[in-house]
């Protein structure tokens, strides 16, 4: 069965530095979300992303943050200069077109130090 | 804004027993809603969804939910638990268009007894 996949599965980076978050959708689907859940909190909305471009953004999503599908099958989430707060599991999400459910990374696990 | 409430941050049931997971949402439009799971050191996992069709939706592993617009409720339950089912449940509301961002509860940790 199709699958979201996301790496790395666990990433600890110093306070200050970028990270990339990488995301392999599932193939035919067209739409991209990244969402992120602090421990203890609700999973959050990030943004989604259609036709090369943000179609929708967060309060959250401010301009540490970034979205790029660099080639045909990659979707990443690059955060400037990492927080404390940054910490979170981050989870990638895609859709087909016309449907209404979205479908699922393992998260990738972010923790600033 | 579209918002969700869980009750019960944590439920514990004993195997055999009905499980009861209560949701509730806040939207201005009528919605599509959502449960998802959330299995240990995995990702979120569709259960079922409504999307205005029929009002009680069959989801994966025995679970339903009953969509009331008058209670403005998704509650989801199964007839018998069963120990493979602890795990941690997401309610979460979407408009009624495909392809949208979803508003997620906190989440409801289910503990299954022997």
């Known amino acids: 069965e199709p699958e979201v996949t996301q790496t790395p599965s666990h990433q600890v980076t110093q306070m200050g530095q970028e990270v990339i978050l990488r995301c392999v959708p599932i193939?035919?689907?067209?739409?991209f979300y990244w969402y992120r859940q602090i421990l203890g909190q609700k999973v959050e909305f990030l943004v989604s992303?259609?036709?090369?471009?943000?179609?929708?953004k967060s309060e959250i999503f401010d301009d540490q943050f970034s979205v790029e599908r660099p080639d045909g099958s990659n979707f990443t989430l690059k955060i400037r200069s990492t927080k404390l707060e940054d910490s979170a599991m981050y989870f990638c999400a895609s859709s087909e077109e016309g449907r209404t459910e979205a479908f699922f990374g393992q998260g990738t696990r972010l923790t600033v130090v | 804004a579209q918002s969700v409430t869980q009750l019960g941050s944590h439920v514990s049931v004993s195997e055999g027993a009905l499980v009861l997971l209560r949701c509730n949402y806040s939207s201005s439009v009528p919605p599509y809603l959502f449960w998802y799971v959330q299995y240990p050191n995995q990702g979120l996992q569709l259960l079922l969804k409504?999307?205005?069709?029929?009002?009680l939706v069959k989801g994966i592993n025995g679970f339903e939910a009953e969509f009331k617009k008058s209670e403005t409720s998704f509650h989801l339950t199964k007839p018998s638990a069963h120990m493979s089912d602890a795990a941690e449940y997401f309610c979460?509301?979407?408009?009624?268009?495909?392809?949208?961002?979803?508003?997620f509860g906190q989440g409801t940790r289910l503990t299954i007894n022997p």
């Open positions: 992303f259609y036709n090369n471009e943000i179609s929708e």
């Open positions: 409504y999307t205005s069709a029929a009002t």
């Open positions: 979460a509301v979407s408009p009624p268009q495909g392809a949208q961002k979803l508003v």
């Open positions: 193939s035919n689907h067209l739409y």
